[in-house]
């Protein structure tokens, strides 16, 4: 079964803190995706990551794909109140059919 | 360009009650999900469809859970008759390639209540 372990579940800081959130998994994944879900909203796509080791940057916001493709990182600089959300990685099923499975989330509170 | 449009937003029923939600995708999009989010955890997949063809409903409880999307463009979700349990939220989505390097575009979900 593959399975998207995300770590750690809850994140409270203070703005200007910086912070990474992990995405783990047992399983070789093809590609990774990372969602960002503020409250009573949709999860909105971040970034892809498909190359092992490739490392993405937006603004603040750097993720980082395992060599291996089993794991993924998402570290955020200096974060601002707006970064407050739950973080979501998302990976395709193995098995076809041509879904994503999705991790449990990390919930980042960033307090001003 | 309009988003992934749900409705209704919030739904409060009692138990053994019937519930439907509906969902227009972004314009074009082939491929549609119907996902649930139980509180603080990710989406799970119910179904999707490859236009109006239901090509992945492995997760979909059957027993009380259906779906349909008619002419390959709006869909419905109903669940009859809603249990305690089913208290959630209920995420549309559409995309228009694979899942591997595409997007996934959700709409703002729809949050029922079952008491």
Redesign the interface.
């Known amino acids: 079964t593959q399975l ?1 372990e ?1 770590s750690p ?1 809850f994140l409270s800081i203070q703005e200007g803190e910086n912070l990474t959130v992990y995405c783990n998994s047992s399983s070789v994944f ?2 990774l ?1 990372w969602y960002r879900q503020e409250p ?6 971040l970034v ?1 990551v ?1 190359t092992g080791g490739e490392v993405k940057k937006l603004k603040r916001l750097t993720f980082q794909f395992g060599d291996a493709r089993k794991d993924s990182s998402l570290h955020i600089t200096a974060a601002q109140p707006g970064d407050t959300g739950l973080y ?1 990685c ?1 990976g ?1 099923f193995s098995g076809g ?9 990390t ?1 980042l509170a960033v307090h001003p | 360009e309009a988003g992934v449009v749900q409705s209704p937003r919030y739904k409060i029923i009692e138990k053994k009650q019937p519930v439907a939600f509906w969902c227009n995708p972004i314009s074009g999009h082939n491929t549609l999900y119907w996902y649930l989010q139980n509180l603080g955890q990710g989406p799970e997949l119910l179904i999707r469809y490859e236009n109006e063809e239901a090509v992945d409903d492995s997760q979909l409880p059957k027993d009380r859970f259906s779906a349909e999307r008619l002419k390959g463009v709006d869909s419905t979700l109903k669940i009859q008759p809603a249990e305690l349990g089913d208290s959630a939220v209920y995420l549309c989505a559409s995309s228009l390639g694979v899942v591997d390097t595409g997007e996934l575009f959700f709409g703002e979900g729809s949050r029922l209540t079952v008491l």
């Open positions: 998207l995300q579940q093809s590609s995706q009573g909203e949709g999860p909105v796509l892809t498909v979501l998302a395709p059919y041509n879904k994503l499975i999705f991790g449990a989330g919930r």
